[in-house]
Every structure is written in structure tokens, then in C-alpha cells.
């Protein structure tokens, strides 16, 4: 069965400090791995896309990395801020999914002033 | 990025009516859409994959004649949640890729808050 874990479930950290968010599935034959973000309430904010060759993605504070052969992603993102403040989900597209997208629990961030 | 609207945002409706919920892609055409629901504290759950001009394909457990869904122009997909009930309040979110870019990430509307009542 595939399956995408998120942990930790929650974090909360000062101001300033940089964010560690993993995600690790099942299954290693994926197309790509996406990070988003969701406020409560709200749709989802894509945040990076990981395709299957590559090993990182960057996008100003954020970074991602993704490591097939151990099943896992990991989310960076540096110097935090209180409005970065959100859950954070990660979804990978299996190679045999027809794009669907399976998604992880998330981790709800609160950053503090 | 690419624009995915999702109508309306929030809707109330009564036990025992139908609901409506629109996607569409605003700049880009969408073979295949798909529809999540996500339960308060929980993740999106995929309820079935929208092909323009044909079937929607429905993961297990998911009613079809419940959760109707039409994919009728490349543009716009619908789901009308038939005869209502309680638990049937959730969070539905449509997501769409742009069909003449291959395997690009996906794009999500702003979802759907159904409170049946």
C-alpha cells in the first residue's frame, strides 16, 4: 500500500529559527513530489514541485530535497517567520497514478514572535 | 503559476438538497481534474479523477450517484453533491494541470466549505 507520512505532526518554534518539515512514503517509484501550504480555511498554496531525477528545489527560503531511495522529502525553510504560520502538506504523484496526488497528514507550523 | 477558481467558497444547505461546486481553469486547458475532501484535521482525500468528455473515474468507497461529476469543456468541471446530509459537511477542493505542459505540478482552487444542515 502507498502511503505518505508527515511528522511531526505539529511544531511550533521562535521566530527566526529555521523550519525542518519530513515527509516519507512507501513507495519509491513516484513521478514527483509536491510541498504545499494551507492556511486554515483556505486552498492549497503550491509551494515546490520535485520531479523524480531531481534532488532539491529552491525557491528563496525554501528548500526541499527529495531522496528516492530512502522514501523521503525534506522541507527547509530558513529564518522563519510568524507569517509562515500555516499546515504544510506534502503529496506525491505515483508513477502509475494517472496524476492523482496522495497526500500526507500535514504539519500545522506556528512560528512565534 | 497556473489559476484553478473554485465557486462558491462557502455554501449552507439543508438536509436533503443539492449542491453545486464549480472548478475552473482560468489560463489553461485541463483534460483531467481531480476532486479531494478533506475532514477537519485531516489531509485531502482523493474522491475521483474528472476526464473531459467522459466518465469521472471514482476511488473506492466513493458514491458515484451521491458525488455527480461533470467535465463537460476542458475548462470546467462541476460537482453536485445530491441529496445532502449532515456528514456529508467537508472540504471539497478541485485540482487541475495544464494539459499542454505534461507533468507539471498541480494547481488547486481555493475549495469549498459545505456545512449541510
Known amino acids: 500500500k502507498q502511503e505518505v507520512t508527515q511528522i511531526p505532526a505539529a511544531l511550533s518554534v521562535p521566530e527566526g529559527e529555521n523550519l525542518v518539515l519530513n515527509c516519507s512514503f512507501t513507495?519509491?517509484?513516484?513521478?514527483?513530489l509536491q510541498w504545499f501550504r494551507q492556511d486554515p480555511g483556505k486552498g492549497l498554496t503550491s509551494l515546490l514541485l520535485?520531479?523524480?531525477?531531481?534532488r532539491e528545489q529552491t525557491s528563496g527560503r525554501l528548500n526541499a530535497s527529495l531522496d528516492k531511495s530512502s522514501g523521503r522529502s525534506t522541507l527547509y525553510i530558513a529564518a522563519s517567520q510568524p507569517g509562515d504560520s500555516a499546515t504544510y502538506l506534502c503529496a506525491v504523484r505515483y508513477a502509475d497514478s494517472w496524476g492523482k496526488l496522495q497526500f500526507g497528514a500535514g504539519t500545522q507550523v506556528v512560528v512565534t514572535p | 503559476g497556473a489559476v484553478v477558481s473554485q465557486h462558491p467558497s462557502r455554501v449552507i444547505c439543508k438536509s436533503g438538497t443539492s449542491v453545486k461546486i464549480e472548478c475552473r481553469s482560468l489560463d489553461f486547458q485541463a483534460t483531467t481534474m481531480f476532486w479531494y475532501r478533506q475532514f477537519p484535521k485531516q489531509s485531502l482525500m482523493l474522491m475521483a479523477t474528472s476526464n473531459e468528455g467522459s466518465k469521472a473515474t471514482y476511488e473506492q468507497g466513493v458514491e458515484k450517484d451521491k458525488f455527480l461529476i461533470n467535465h463537460a469543456s476542458l475548462t470546467l468541471s462541476t460537482l453536485t453533491v445530491t441529496s445532502a446530509h449532515p456528514e456529508d459537511s467537508s472540504f471539497y477542493i478541485c485540482s487541475a494541470r495544464d494539459s499542454d505542459r505534461g507533468n507539471t505540478e498541480a494547481f488547486f482552487g481555493q475549495g469549498t466549505r459545505l456545512t449541510v444542515v
Open positions: 520535485i520531479q523524480s531525477s531531481q
Open positions: 513507495d519509491s517509484a513516484i513521478y514527483n
